[in-house]
């Protein structure tokens, strides 16, 4: 049984930071790709922030310069850096990662349970 367990949201104010973290645990051969997505009341779930197992990454836009994600592959831990955040950025975050199983030729989609991020004053 594979689990994504995210820490880190909750309640910052504007131009604050706060750092997201997730780890993959269980029966794992190997986790490739791992990111972050995100989700306000309304909106569909998008696309933050994404690393290659390589270190390669890519970003939505709109958290260029302010966000930044790294991972640490020998904990199967991926991390988002939230700089600057504003009220825009609410939503509650998700990881996701693609995770190749022990005997498995295909690796498979997980995701964390997801954490609420609030920007207000």
């Known amino acids: 049984q594979v689990q994504l367990v995210e820490s880190g949201g909750g309640l910052v104010q504007p131009g604050g930071s706060l750092r997201l973290s997730c780890q993959a645990s269980?029966?794992?051969?190997?986790?490739?790709?791992m990111g972050w997505y995100r989700q306000a009341p309304g909106k569909q779930r998008e696309l933050v922030a994404a690393?290659?197992?390589?270190?390669?990454?890519n970003y939505v836009d709109s958290v260029k310069g302010r966000f930044t994600i790294t991972r640490d592959n020998a904990k199967n831990t991926v991390y988002l850096q939230m700089n600057t955040l504003k009220p825009a950025d609410t939503a509650v975050y998700y990881c996701?990662?693609?995770?190749?199983?022990?005997?498995?030729?295909?690796?498979?989609?997980?995701w964390g349970q997801g954490t609420q991020v609030t920007v207000s004053s």
């Open positions: 269980g029966n794992i051969f190997r986790v490739n790709v």
């Open positions: 996701n990662a693609e995770i190749l199983l022990p005997g498995s030729y295909y690796s498979t989609i997980y």
């Open positions: 690393i290659t197992r390589g270190g390669s990454t």
